[in-house]
């Protein structure tokens, strides 16, 4: 169990299709990240948010969008993926922005793209 | 992009046997953090080394941080089949900016 809630579990899209991951977390945690997993690969850092601003976002293209509406929820808006955005998709939030914190993951969203 | 290697990809144990798994920087970590993810979960926090040539324990799990902060290793004494999953170490170089390593799928087989 995770204290990081992510819904949906799963999401078959088309490529035409606009849709959102959600993501949820009551810990009192100030930093939230998407991350993206490919099979057999390591997750892949998207986006950072601290203190509800947007801090970093390592080159990810303008497809996946994020959004923090507060400091317990984190979005990514998605809209005209491609078949090869299918992937695990990792939302996790740690304490602060001090590099002591670890990552709490949520299960993460299966997402398919048809 | 990220610079965190781990070796070796696949590791295939006997349960009872010891595991190592070894995690390489080309730059110099703030710390490492090791996760563990079981097949079809989520990377689940084990433990962070900060210091330099640290060591710590949890149980049968030894980890430990180089003197130069570019390696650390993860040892696993005894395998059990609850061991399975893919361990990755994470390194972090600034702020918020975590780079997890290839990591290492383990199989236990009883």
């Known amino acids: 169990d995770t204290e990081v809630t992510q819904t949906p579990k799963h999401l078959v899209m088309g490529m035409t299709n606009k849709k959102s991951l959600k993501c949820e977390q009551h810990m009192g945690h100030r930093a939230m990240y998407w991350y993206k997993q490919k099979a057999k690969k390591p997750p892949e850092l998207m986006f950072v948010?601290?203190?509800?601003?947007?801090?970093i976002n390592e080159s990810v293209p303008s497809r996946f969008s994020p959004e923090c509406p507060n400091s317990s929820l984190l979005n990514l808006h998605l809209h005209a993926l491609q078949p090869e955005d299918s992937a695990l998709y990792l939302c996790?939030?740690?304490?602060?922005?001090?590099?002591?914190?670890?990552?709490?993951f949520g299960n993460g969203t299966r997402l398919t793209v048809t | 992009g990220q610079q965190v290697m781990q070796i070796p990809q696949y590791q295939h144990v006997q349960e009872g046997e010891d595991f190592t798994t070894y995690c390489n920087s080309s730059t110099t970590l703030s710390n490492i953090q090791w996760y563990k993810q079981r097949p079809g979960g989520h990377p689940v926090f084990l433990i962070q080394?900060?210091?330099?040539?640290e060591v710590k324990k949890q149980k049968r799990l030894t980890f430990q941080f180089g003197e130069a902060k570019k390696n650390s290793s993860l040892h696993i004494t005894a395998t059990q089949t609850t061991d399975v999953g893919t361990y990755f170490c994470a390194g972090r170089r600034n702020f918020n900016k975590f780079y997890f390593g290839s990591g290492t799928k383990l199989n236990v087989k009883p």
């Open positions: 080394l900060v210091k330099s040539g």
């Open positions: 996790a939030s740690s304490q602060g922005q001090g590099y002591n914190s670890p990552l709490h």
């Open positions: 948010y601290s203190y509800e601003k947007l801090s």
